[in-house]
T-cell receptor, first 112, second 114 residues
Framework: SQTIHQWPATLVQPVGSPLSLECTVEGTSNPNLYWYRQAAGRGLQLLFYSVGIGQISSEVPQNLSASRPQDRQFILSSKKLLLSDSGFYLC???????????FGQGTRLTVV | AQSVTQLDSQVPVFEEAPVELRCNYSSSVSVYLFWYVQYPNQGLQLLLKYLSGSTLVKGINGFEAEFNKSQTSFHLRKPSVHISDTAEYFCAVSGSNSGYALNFGKGTSLLVTP
């Protein structure tokens, strides 16, 4: 069976510090991978998606970047965090040819 | 591009009463439709999905939804809710653009009280 791991679960970082959130998928190959952000009281905003190694598409301009160094690994990064980067970050994957998405447990990021 | 509107931000309901959470979508192409549930500080869990075929789809926990193409709706229903159904519910749509990424509505908070 397939599983998705996302860590850390919670993170408190000062303004201006770097960020690295990691997501890995097990039990499948060549998945589509996604990063979403959920701000307090709002829906989910798509930040990045990837259809293959090294292929990253950004949906909104922002202070964040994403990378996919391996087939089942998706990393969300920032060089310098802003207060507005606070939120709940969710990683998701879709099997090629099947549109149903599976989500990780999320990372609660608080920038102070 | 596809988009979703969830018409109610909060829905209070008494235990064992029926509930309907409304969702309308817009798209110029064929779409896939989903309902997800989110419990506090957790990820999203798929309740049900419409990909093709029968317009009435049944999901987990006794939920069902009906795809209505003419009204561009995909409302979620449950005939009798439980306290444990209290959660945030998200309607989502996807298509072939953006790598089949889901576009979500802003969510409906379902609060079930005794």
């Amino acid at each position: 069976s397939q599983t998705i791991h996302q860590w850390p679960a919670t993170l408190v970082q000062p303004v201006g510090s770097p960020l690295s959130l990691e997501c890995t998928v097990e039990g499948t190959s060549n998945p589509n991978l996604y990063w979403y952000r959920q701000a307090a009281g709002r829906g989910l905003q798509l930040l990045f998606y990837s259809v293959g190694i090294g292929q990253i598409s950004s949906e909104v301009p922002q202070n964040l970047s994403a990378s996919r160094p391996q087939d089942r690994q998706f990393i969300l990064s920032s060089k310098k965090l802003l207060l507005s980067d606070s939120g709940f970050y969710l990683c998701a994957w879709i099997r090629q040819g099947a549109p149903e998405a599976f989500f990780g447990q999320g990372t609660r990021l608080t920038v102070v | 591009a596809q988009s979703v509107t969830q018409l109610d931000s909060q829905v209070p309901v008494f235990e064992e009463a029926p509930v309907e959470l409304r969702c309308n979508y817009s798209s110029s192409v064929s779409v896939y439709l989903f309902w997800y549930v989110q419990y506090p500080n957790q990820g999203l869990q798929l309740l049900l999905k419409y990909l093709s075929g029968s317009t009435l789809v049944k999901g987990i926990n006794g939920f069902e939804a009906e795809f209505n193409k003419s009204q561009t709706s995909f409302h979620l229903r449950k005939p009798s809710v439980h306290i444990s159904d209290t959660a945030e519910y998200f309607c989502a749509v996807s298509g072939s653009n953006s790598g089949y990424a889901l576009n979500f509505g802003k969510g409906t908070s379902l609060l079930v009280t005794p």
